[in-house]
């Protein structure tokens, strides 16, 4: 089982910057992708970030130029430096990571969430 647990989520005012952090453990044998989507209420789980395990990133429209995805590798990390934040960008973030894992002596294919942090951008 692999599981992941996010941290960095709280209040901030329009204008200012938040870092989340989202380690991954468990019987990871690797890790392939590993990003961030966000859940505002009343709306849908949306992507926000992603990043491969070559470091190749992707982006929502809303984000690009505000938030920057990295992580690291040998902590099974991922991070979310957000900067500018507006009021729109208030929302639960949820990280996810797929991946292979290793039970019991076999290989098997894993896509896990974290629980969830919550951010606002309020004054």
């Known amino acids: 089982q692999v599981r992941l647990a996010e941290s960095g989520g709280g209040l901030v005012q329009p204008g200012g910057s938040l870092r989340l952090s989202c380690a991954a453990s468990?019987?990871?044998?690797?890790?392939?992708?590993m990003g961030w989507y966000r859940q505002a209420p009343g709306k849908q789980r949306d992507m926000v970030a992603t990043i491969i395990s070559g470091g190749s990133t992707n982006y929502a429209d809303s984000v690009k130029g505000r938030f920057t995805i990295s992580r690291d590798n040998v902590k099974n990390t991922v991070y979310l430096q957000m900067s500018s934040l507006k009021p729109e960008d208030t929302a639960v973030y949820y990280c996810?990571?797929?991946?292979?894992?290793?039970?019991?002596?076999?290989?098997?294919?894993?896509?896990?969430w974290g629980q969830g942090t919550q951010v606002t951008v309020s004054s």
């Open positions: 468990g019987s990871i044998v690797s890790i392939s992708a």
């Open positions: 996810n990571a797929a991946g292979r894992g290793q039970s019991g002596g076999y290989y098997h294919d894993f896509a896990s």
